[in-house]
């Protein structure tokens, strides 16, 4: 078994395959010695000793069969030619169920009391091998074998009477279609297999059953509350058992973990996760892949808080595991290293980010295929990246990418596709295609709330999203009303320290100074900057953009130190974190010309203004932006006497402000226009 199964995957030259033999083949050797030694002991106690009595010698000899059945299974899978059996090989073996409860007594009575009907030993086989089949990833074929023996067992019941294994069957099956896409068949067997084995009275198998349907109805469909329903029933057998340890409890905790986190209930995930840490680390000891997913759970947790400095280490534990268990270019790892980078990303740190997706992105496309929902999730998060840094096209490219893959894989109604809609209308709004964004952010909402209910954080996002649109076409009211939802929303889900709660309050302060009221815009403005400090660092790009906000404010209150002060750290902050020429880099460029404009300090102004404006060219913002900035320039250049070009610069900024349907801008600029038009007809025009 050891030097066919080496033999086998040697041949596939896959470049992992050393790293994986490393990993496997002391397990295998490990699981055979144990085997035989318990079915020596079970032999021993029983004939010689007389300590077991022979039915639950008999019970024992049945599991052990059951753990043998299941092996040759896997590693009938892992001896078929190609590459795709070394990724499947460590988690096949590494999922091996532990050996100790076929001498656990407690364990094989229970058992016992739910299969009292008659044993069929060659359906139990192939019954096992399917399992073995199913753990080594084998879901199409495999799917095909658990119908085909479904058949013959249904056809031999006609005479024979329905077998106790054939629950177990359904499940079996229901789990192949699961993970081979096909949930109406997936939900059909197990809403059966449920039955049946409530039939039976075999808590146990109804528990199994009853997270897979929690999985099927709660994540692959997205609905999280019904999914969590059935977590309550499979709990409830459980306990009936008095079954507060083992594997389906382990399950149990990381399932309810992924559903509460879901449905933006994080106490609740946080809770969960860890109970599945401890139940993982109890069953299989602290350096296994199911310890790195719970361990990988409380870092998402950690991170949807906001408390980036605690998710990281987490992440990173999360990371090293499966990297010493799998390998390192295991799909898995890929997993690991994609929310590394999309936490990387948030905490500004976007070379470290950018490697670690990349790296995931390339594991993924080499295990996966290139055009899997895995591949779409890394497409999505560097496409994300990429529209932080001004990178609108390759951002555009990789977005629509993930969404043709997304409704595809998905369905066009999946929240995942709600996910990016949401970042193709970023890229609209950008650049100025306001109908657009409008469009595809509305749909999203529309997704996300019939997938995650009115409350989710997931809301709150697209309703910001939206309110920037309206603040881009000067419609300051509906922006309001968005933010102010949002902000609600983020409030009472993530807690008042969040970083998204910052997000919000800096896009009211805006419209509070937009709306002339002052005061709150500045008690808004810092109360988002100290949020971002303290969560983010005094160096991030998000506290630039809190000091740019401020600065916008003081000027028009004439603060002019203050402003200059905060436009002057903020543009320290953007050049040093993004780079001189990124697009953020011309909002504290703008305000530093609008400064030196109340200043008389024309020359200045005129520097700083033509820097900005090139950046927005250059960068791909949107109509609004650049009308904002044409028109400054356009004020600048008249007071300095370059006439001519003021007043081109400002019928520019003109024909933008209404290609943005931004009324009150349109309206201001051709107020401004106007009075100049007078001044030339004898009339002194104000400055």
């Given at each position: 078994?050891?030097?066919?199964?080496?033999?086998?995957?040697?041949?596939?030259?896959?470049?992992?395959?050393?790293?994986?033999?490393?990993?496997?083949?002391?397990?295998?050797?490990?699981?055979?010695?144990?085997?035989?030694?318990?079915?020596?002991?079970?032999?021993?106690?029983?004939?010689?000793?007389?300590?077991?009595?022979?039915?639950?010698?008999?019970?024992?000899?049945?599991?052990?069969?059951?753990?043998?059945?299941?092996?040759?299974?896997?590693?009938?899978?892992?001896?078929?030619?190609?590459?795709?059996?070394?990724?499947?090989?460590?988690?096949?073996?590494?999922?091996?169920?532990?050996?100790?409860?076929?001498?656990?007594?407690?364990?094989?009575?229970?058992?016992?009391?739910?299969?009292?009907?008659?044993?069929?030993?060659?359906?139990?086989?192939?019954?096992?091998?399917?399992?073995?089949?199913?753990?080594?990833?084998?879901?199409?074929?495999?799917?095909?074998?658990?119908?085909?023996?479904?058949?013959?067992?249904?056809?031999?019941?006609?005479?024979?009477?329905?077998?106790?294994?054939?629950?177990?069957?359904?499940?079996?099956?229901?789990?192949?279609?699961?993970?081979?896409?096909?949930?109406?068949?997936?939900?059909?067997?197990?809403?059966?297999?449920?039955?049946?084995?409530?039939?039976?009275?075999?808590?146990?198998?109804?528990?199994?059953?009853?997270?897979?349907?929690?999985?099927?109805?709660?994540?692959?469909?997205?609905?999280?509350?019904?999914?969590?329903?059935?977590?309550?029933?499979?709990?409830?057998?459980?306990?009936?058992?008095?079954?507060?340890?083992?594997?389906?409890?382990?399950?149990?905790?990381?399932?309810?973990?992924?559903?509460?986190?879901?449905?933006?209930?994080?106490?609740?995930?946080?809770?969960?996760?860890?109970?599945?840490?401890?139940?993982?680390?109890?069953?299989?000891?602290?350096?296994?892949?199911?310890?790195?997913?719970?361990?990988?759970?409380?870092?998402?947790?950690?991170?949807?808080?906001?408390?980036?400095?605690?998710?990281?280490?987490?992440?990173?534990?999360?990371?090293?595991?499966?990297?010493?268990?799998?390998?390192?270019?295991?799909?898995?790892?890929?997993?690991?290293?994609?929310?590394?980078?999309?936490?990387?990303?948030?905490?500004?740190?976007?070379?470290?980010?950018?490697?670690?997706?990349?790296?995931?992105?390339?594991?993924?496309?080499?295990?996966?295929?290139?055009?899997?929902?895995?591949?779409?999730?890394?497409?999505?998060?560097?496409?994300?990246?990429?529209?932080?840094?001004?990178?609108?096209?390759?951002?555009?490219?990789?977005?629509?990418?993930?969404?043709?893959?997304?409704?595809?894989?998905?369905?066009?109604?999946?929240?995942?596709?709600?996910?990016?809609?949401?970042?193709?209308?970023?890229?609209?709004?950008?650049?100025?295609?306001?109908?657009?964004?409008?469009?595809?952010?509305?749909?999203?909402?529309?997704?996300?709330?019939?997938?995650?209910?009115?409350?989710?954080?997931?809301?709150?996002?697209?309703?910001?999203?939206?309110?920037?649109?309206?603040?881009?076409?000067?419609?300051?009211?509906?922006?309001?009303?968005?933010?102010?939802?949002?902000?609600?929303?983020?409030?009472?889900?993530?807690?008042?320290?969040?970083?998204?709660?910052?997000?919000?309050?800096?896009?009211?302060a805006l419209i509070a100074a937009h709306e002339g009221d002052h005061a709150l815009a500045l008690a808004q403005g810092q109360r988002a900057l100290v949020i971002r400090r303290r969560a983010l660092g005094e160096d991030h790009a998000a506290v630039a953009t809190s000091l740019n906000n401020l600065g916008e404010t003081e000027l028009q209150l004439g603060a002019l130190d203050q402003a200059?002060?905060?436009?002057?750290?903020?543009?320290?902050?953007?050049?040093?974190?993004?780079?001189?020429?990124?697009?953020?880099?011309?909002?504290?460029?703008?305000?530093?010309?609008?400064?030196?404009?109340?200043?008389?300090?024309?020359?200045?102004?005129?520097?700083?203004?033509?820097?900005?404006?090139?950046?927005?060219?250059?960068?791909?913002?949107?109509?609004?932006?650049?009308?904002?900035?044409?028109?400054?320039?356009?004020?600048?250049?008249?007071?300095?006497?370059?006439?001519?070009?003021?007043?081109?610069?400002?019928?520019?900024?003109?024909?933008?402000?209404?290609?943005?349907?931004?009324?009150?801008?349109?309206?201001?600029?051709?107020?401004?226009?106007?009075?100049?038009?007078?001044?030339?007809?004898?009339?002194?025009?104000?400055?």
């Amino acid at each position: 078994m050891h030097s066919e199964l080496e033999r086998a995957l040697r041949q596939t030259e896959a470049p992992n395959v050393e790293a994986t033999l490393e990993r496997i083949l002391p397990r295998l050797d490990a699981w055979a010695a144990q085997w035989s030694d318990y079915r020596t002991r079970t032999c021993v106690e029983a004939e010689v000793e007389g300590i077991r009595s022979p039915t639950l010698a008999e019970a024992s000899a049945r599991c052990l069969a059951d753990q043998r059945d299941m092996l040759a299974g896997a590693l009938a899978v892992l001896l078929e030619p190609g590459p795709h059996a070394v990724h499947r090989a460590v988690p096949a073996i590494a999922g091996l169920p532990p050996l100790d409860r076929c001498l656990d007594a407690e364990s094989l009575q229970r058992r016992a009391r739910s299969r009292e009907d008659s044993h069929d030993d060659d359906l139990r086989g192939a019954l096992m091998r399917l399992r073995g089949r199913l753990a080594a990833g084998d879901f199409t074929d495999g799917l095909a074998a658990a119908e085909s023996l479904l058949v013959q067992v249904e056809q031999e019941a006609e005479r024979r009477g329905v077998p106790a294994d054939h629950a177990e069957l359904l499940a079996t099956l229901g789990e192949f279609a699961r993970l081979g896409g096909k949930p109406e068949r997936a939900e059909a067997a197990f809403i059966q297999a449920y039955l049946d084995a409530g039939t039976l009275r075999d808590d146990e198998l109804a528990a199994y059953v009853s997270l897979r349907l929690a999985i099927l109805i709660g994540h692959d469909r997205d609905r999280p509350r019904e999914g969590l329903a059935w977590v309550r029933t499979a709990q409830m057998l459980l306990r009936r058992r008095g079954e507060e340890r083992g594997t389906l409890a382990g399950d149990l905790a990381a399932i309810r973990g992924h559903l509460e986190l879901t449905r933006g209930d994080h106490e609740a995930a946080a809770q969960a996760y860890t109970r599945a840490r401890e139940l993982s680390e109890h069953d299989f000891g602290p350096a296994h892949p199911e310890v790195a997913e719970a361990i990988n759970g409380l870092a998402m947790v950690a991170e949807e808080r906001g408390d980036f400095a605690a998710a990281e280490p987490l992440y990173e534990q999360a990371l090293s595991i499966r990297e010493q268990a799998l390998g390192p270019a295991h799909p898995i790892v890929a997993a690991s290293l994609h929310n590394l980078g999309v936490l990387l990303r948030r905490r500004g740190d976007r070379q470290g980010a950018r490697a670690s997706l990349e790296r995931a992105l390339a594991l993924w496309e080499a295990a996966t295929g290139p055009e899997s929902s895995d591949v779409a999730m890394a497409l999505n998060s560097l496409a994300i990246l990429d529209k932080s840094a001004g990178r609108l096209t390759e951002a555009r490219a990789r977005f629509e990418r993930a969404l043709v893959i997304r409704e595809r894989e998905l369905g066009p109604e999946h929240r995942l596709v709600a996910g990016t809609l949401n970042g193709l209308a970023g890229i609209d709004r950008m650049q100025g295609d306001y109908p657009s964004a409008q469009r595809r952010y509305e749909r999203a909402l529309r997704l996300w709330t019939e997938s995650a209910g009115p409350d989710h954080p997931d809301i709150a996002t697209v309703c910001n999203n939206l309110g920037e649109v309206h603040r881009a076409r000067g419609d300051y009211g509906q922006a309001r009303v968005l933010h102010e939802r949002a902000l609600a929303i983020r409030e009472r889900t993530l807690g008042a320290e969040h970083p998204n709660v910052a997000d919000s309050l800096s896009n009211l302060a805006l419209i509070a100074a937009h709306e002339g009221d002052h005061a709150l815009a500045l008690a808004q403005g810092q109360r988002a900057l100290v949020i971002r400090r303290r969560a983010l660092g005094e160096d991030h790009a998000a506290v630039a953009t809190s000091l740019n906000n401020l600065g916008e404010t003081e000027l028009q209150l004439g603060a002019l130190d203050q402003a200059e002060d905060h436009f002057s750290r903020a543009l320290e902050i953007m050049q040093a974190r993004l780079g001189p020429e990124h697009l953020h880099v011309s909002y504290p460029l703008h305000g530093l010309g609008e400064v030196a404009m109340a200043r008389g300090h024309t020359d200045q102004a005129v520097e700083h203004l033509e820097r900005s404006l090139a950046l927005r060219e250059r960068g791909g913002a949107g109509p609004t932006a650049r009308a904002e900035i044409r028109f400054a320039l356009a004020r600048a250049r008249w007071v300095r006497g370059d006439r001519a070009q003021s007043r081109a610069l400002a019928e520019r900024a003109h024909d933008e402000s209404r290609t943005a349907e931004n009324v009150a801008l349109a309206e201001e600029i051709e107020a401004w226009r106007s009075s100049r038009r007078a001044g030339r007809r004898g009339s002194p025009p104000p400055t």
